[in-house]
């Protein structure tokens, strides 16, 4: 589970990149969302405690950084199971990842009432992966997973 | 005698570097010290969202510092880690330019600092991502992404200050005052520098130079902001010959370090 998002699984957000079995030991290796997320140490020790729980003894955990994860590799259950916790899912394709300024805001829907007649309030929210949007028609404020 | 009373435990320090472990510390040391001076923002940003994203930016740079650190760490080896390389080098040690550490002044030079830097650190780790060492590649390629949303930020603030009200302009025009003599160091390469873009690891930064001054160009026009005649520029931070602003930082960063070895959290 992500601490911060307890809605996503690890699986769900695409951050494991490859699990190697070894004789006697389990590989592995998860790549970091944003450089700086403090949610990844935890991440990488809840796995660990995890497979410890079960029984498996030898762990090692390894950090791969390229390819550099992006919102894509989010599983289509994961972006609903976000949905259903109140943050909106990443939009597919990557509409505002460059350096152009004043872009018209992205279509971003609603999670509570499927607007998509909403406005960005601020481009960095709560955690590095989050923006902070409000809905127009039903004025909820909400966060949204924003493409990466 | 000198360097004993700076380093009081020497068998903590990492050994001297190569020009390899140096290049690193240097793009490391700038992405901390000016996460350092953003955090400082936390809790006394002009409006609660740019709170949070001056420290969301202060976040993404320690990110890319402790990769860089810990890349440098694995080289060095030994018992050498990124705790080591951030908190217990001294000031000649750190190897970061002299534009990020300058004091954050009020929020136009803050905003115009990051401006200046993220348009650099923009187009440096757009090479970087060729660089022949893989890791620093990767490193590059991963922190891309975010750089991409400190320039954008930074860009859009800078034209709304700019092209504000009177005291908005006034403001622009005094940051670019204080900050301008210290953006000709991002360009002049440090002898690590020039060997890492010899062997492909690093970057030749004369080429990044005339489409940072297109950046800062456009975007100061569209922000009614005049283009800086040219002016004698300060060096130095690369080689660790840092303004007095340094030691300040690196005593408040590196108290607990310092006073509580080896403490956790």
């Known amino acids: 589970m992500d601490p911060e998002v307890p809605a996503l699984s690890v699986i769900d957000l695409g951050i494991i990149r490859d699990i190697l079995i070894h004789e006697n030991e389990i590989e592995i290796s998860i790549t970091p969302t944003y450089s700086g997320c403090p949610a990844m140490d935890v991440i990488s020790m809840n796995i660990k405690m995890e497979l410890l729980a079960n029984g498996f003894n030898n762990v090692k955990i390894t950090t791969a950084l390229s390819p550099a994860w992006t919102t894509d590799w ?20 990557q509409q505002v990842c460059h350096t152009d300024l004043f872009v018209p805001d992205e279509a971003v829907q609603c999670p509570l009432c499927n607007s998509y007649h909403t406005h960005r309030v601020s481009e960095f929210g709560s955690t590095p992966c989050k923006s902070l949007y409000q809905c127009n028609d039903c004025k909820e404020p909400f966060d949204y997973f924003k493409c990466h | ?37 953003n955090a400082e923002w936390c809790g006394h940003g002009p409006v609660l969202e740019q709170d949070i994203a001056i420290t969301n930016i202060s976040l993404d740079l320690i990110g890319q510092a402790r990769n860089f650190y810990q890349y440098a760490a694995q080289i060095t080896g030994g018992d050498c880690d990124e705790d080591k390389l951030a908190y217990l080098r001294a000031e000649r040690e750190f190897k ?19 401006f200046f830097f993220s348009t650099y650190q923009f187009l440096l780790y757009t090479e970087l991502q060729k660089s022949s060492d893989e890791q620093i590649a990767a490193i590059a390629a991963k922190s891309l992404k975010e750089v991409t949303y400190h320039l954008r930020w930074s860009s859009e603030w800078v034209i709304r200050l700019g ?100 403490s956790e959290w």
């Not at chain 2, 970061?96 to 990051?114: A, K």
């Open chain 2, 163 to 262: 092209d504000g009200t009177e005291e908005s302009n006034q403001r622009m025009l005094r940051a670019i005052e204080n900050l301008w003599m210290y953006t000709g160091e991002l360009f002049q390469s440090s002898p690590y520098e020039i060997q890492s873009a010899n062997n492909g690891t690093g970057v030749e930064l004369s080429l990044l130079k005339c489409k940072w001054d297109e950046k800062v160009e456009r975007v100061f026009a569209e922000a009614g902001l005049p283009y800086p005649e040219k002016v004698y520029h300060q060096t130095g931070g690369k080689e660790g010959r840092h303004t007095e602003h340094l030691g300040y930082i690196l005593a408040e960063m590196q108290y607990m370090q310092r006073v509580y070895p080896d």
């Open chain 2, 1 to 37: 005698m000198k360097e004993n009373l700076l380093n009081t435990d020497s068998s903590k320090v990492p050994p001297p570097e190569g020009f390899r472990e140096a290049y690193i510390l240097h793009l490391a040391d700038n992405a901390l010290i000016l996460a350092q001076r």
């Open chain 2, 96 to 114: 970061n330019c002299l534009l990020v550490e300058l004091p954050n002044g009020d929020w136009g030079q803050t905003i115009l600092r990051q």
């Open chain 1, 74 to 93: 989010m599983t289509e259950e994961g972006k609903q199971k976000l949905k259903e916790y109140g943050i909106a899912p990443p939009n597919p394709k």
